[in-house]
């Protein structure tokens, strides 16, 4: 019995995990892993401290490190203020299964010339040695790298719709009209302070002449729009501009108004119709109000995520089209550029208005599914029956 438990405690030397930390982000907020790389065996854990920004820790592979690699760990990002104490700072380990080298990067701001991981914020475990191909040196390299091309990227997708006369020509999604210029924006990392509890990096799209990032109280400003009203067939007020964080409450009056987000160059129908795989939009659904109804008007509500501009219209098309008529809504469009709200509300109106040319919309548009109403005229009053229609049938 002792022979067996001496030789337990003899072995025990070798099972023992060691710990190894690591600092995420740099002590000024600088964009480094801390120290760049570290060797570790097999059982040792890893543990990353997130310090001040909003950093994350994802693995990636040699050949492709601004990349999340296929199955491999992903931390939650952890936003951390400024001026936190580093004993509450959040913690994310990794357990080193083998030793092949673990390439990490942090992934805020993916795929924007803000990238972090492009700025060559990267980290390894267990690579191979400096005079190797797969160095570390030539990892981080490899990360500027891709930082380089994505920040190229972003120049000349501002530079070229903006030029003048040599600009391309712009048209419309369907009924060939023609579209001003984009206004060229940029991707802003800003620190922003609201209280002294929460100070945060934040990455956002911004134009000239956009509003501030900074949100105007923790949960944000409420601006109120009233959709429709007896006689009233457009939103009041029809343009705002607001703040992150802000809330939109639409408030719907007389009539049957909806409203949908769109984009500037299809103002009538919802954010990337016909296009699954990409974002789609909100859709506030219809609210019926009835003439005489004076209070407790029905609302629906948005948040606002950043200075981007909004777009969005009502989808009445009876008896006519309310977007053709004029009835659209923006947040955020600039004033002063090509595509502000009353560019916007004119390609509404040239493209739905009793004036657009017959052109219907292309056909892409109508290979989602969708639901047809239909009104059947009944003894004790109006029966509504929604068919579904598989894109199929269309
Ligand atoms: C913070 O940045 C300043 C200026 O770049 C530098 O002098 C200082 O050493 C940095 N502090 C730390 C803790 O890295
Ligand atoms: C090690 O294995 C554990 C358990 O399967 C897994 O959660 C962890 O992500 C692995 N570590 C690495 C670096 O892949
Ligand atoms: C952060 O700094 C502000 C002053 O800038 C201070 O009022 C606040 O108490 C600090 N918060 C923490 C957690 O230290
Ligand atoms: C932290 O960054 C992530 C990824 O960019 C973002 O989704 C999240 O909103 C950020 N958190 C804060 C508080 O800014
Ligand atoms: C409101 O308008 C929608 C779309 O035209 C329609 O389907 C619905 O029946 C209308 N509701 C009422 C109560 O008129
Ligand atoms: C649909 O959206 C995806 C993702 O945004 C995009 O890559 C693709 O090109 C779009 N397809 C069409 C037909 O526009
Ligand atoms: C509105 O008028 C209808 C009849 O047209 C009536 O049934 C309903 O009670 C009225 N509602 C209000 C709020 O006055
Ligand atoms: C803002 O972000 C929230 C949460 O991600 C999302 O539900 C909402 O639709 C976004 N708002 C807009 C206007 O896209
Ligand atoms: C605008 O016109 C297009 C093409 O005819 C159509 O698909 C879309 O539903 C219309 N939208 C509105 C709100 O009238
Ligand atoms: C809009 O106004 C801003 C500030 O007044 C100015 O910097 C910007 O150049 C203007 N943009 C255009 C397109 O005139
Ligand atoms: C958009 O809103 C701004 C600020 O409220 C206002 O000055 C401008 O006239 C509006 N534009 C249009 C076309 O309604």
Redesign the pocket.
Known sequence: MFASLSLGLALLPFVVSTTIDVQVGGPNGTLVFSPTAVSANVGDQVVFHFNPKNHSVFQSSFADPCGLKDGGFASPFFPV?A???VDTRPTYSVTVNDTSPIWVFCDQAANTPASHCGQGMVFAINCPSDDSPNSLGNFQKAALAVGASLSAAAASASATPTGDSGSPTLTAAYGGVTLPPVPSATVVTAEITLD??SIWTTVYTSFVNSPAATPAAANGAVHTVVVGGTNKIFFDPANITANPRDQIVFQFQQKNHSVVQSSFADPCRPLNAGNASAPQGFNSGFFPVDANQTDNFPTYTITVNDTVPLWMYCAQRTPVSHCGEGMVFSVNAVDNSTRNFAAFQSVAEALNGTGAASASAPASSQTTGGALSLRVGGGAGVVMAIIAVAASLL
Do not use: L, Q
Request: charged letters at 0%; glycine letters at 0%; aromatic letters at 0%.
């Open positions: 203020a001026n936190s104490s002294s509890s």
